[in-house]
């Protein structure tokens, strides 16, 4: 199997160094990741300047480059520049959870969905923020639970959030967002974000917001197609 990774810590983040050890067990490993840090980069792609892709020397056998541009750049380079071809993409492991509404801005998921588009199956893998542990010591178990599901039969991209503690693996849903941002009005024009968190506490298991939350592994099937079919039939109904 062949099997590209990248993230959006950028290509020297701890939780990489995590992701191509484990990779390195299931197949040939390439890893195409942002040179500096793109968090909140969502899927967002640069179309009007160049930018540098550098071969680098970072992870001993395993082909890497650098890329200066964000996460879902460092898929299309890899796939429609290069024309390699992959058989999985994994993107993280991220330093932070990516639940909820939240995997809207999220550019480790933003990296999956561009996967998606190339026809690429995907796997998004976020840790707590304390450690990456947790997440290192699962992953394996994670994975063999969705090929064992044949979870990629059904679902484009599978979003992995690992808690601090807790290895209970559950299949989840998007829940709300975790996190929004108070904006605090400079005088001198400027805006600066405050983030604030949004959970209160909630047990509802079949939201990964919650499941994560509370202890538990999960595991969220999505699509890129972003249609809402609910509303498309009621909308051929009316009139």
């Keep these: 199997m062949k099997i590209l990774l990248t993230n959006d810590d950028g290509i020297t983040a701890e939780g990489l160094k995590h992701l191509v050890a484990w990779a ?16 909140a980069k969502s899927h967002s792609i640069e179309i009007h300047n160049t930018y540098e892709v550098k071969k680098v020397d970072l992870f001993g056998d395993v082909e ?13 380079v890899a796939i429609l520049g290069m024309k390699k071809q992959f058989d999985l993409v994994l993107s993280g492991i991220n330093c932070g959870p990516n639940l909820g509404g939240d995997i809207h801005y999220s550019g480790t998921v933003g990296a999956c969905f561009e996967a998606a588009i190339c026809g690429v199956r995907s796997m998004a893998l976020s840790a707590a923020f304390n450690s990456f542990e947790n997440a290192v010591k699962n992953i394996g178990r994670v994975y063999r639970e969705i090929t064992d599901r044949r979870v990629f039969d059904f679902a484009e991209i599978v979003n992995v959030n690992f808690p601090d503690v807790g290895d209970e693996i559950l299949l989840t849903r ?15 024009g400027h805006v ?7 959970y209160e506490g909630t047990t509802d298991l079949t939201l990964d917001t919650d499941a994560t939350m509370t202890g538990h592994i999960s595991v969220t099937p999505l699509r890129y197609d972003l249609t809402d079919f609910t509303a498309l039939e009621r909308m051929k109904k009316v009139g």
């Design 24 to 39: 390195k067990t299931l197949g040939e490993v390439s890893v195409f990741a942002p040179k500096v840090q793109q968090s």
């Design 64 to 76: 890497a480059f650098s890329v200066d541009s964000t996460p879902a750049d460092c898929v299309r």
């Design 174 to 188: 998007m829940g709300p967002a975790v996190y929004t941002d108070e904006f605090e009005l400079l005088e001198d």
């Design 192 to 198: 600066r974000p405050k983030l604030k968190c949004l």
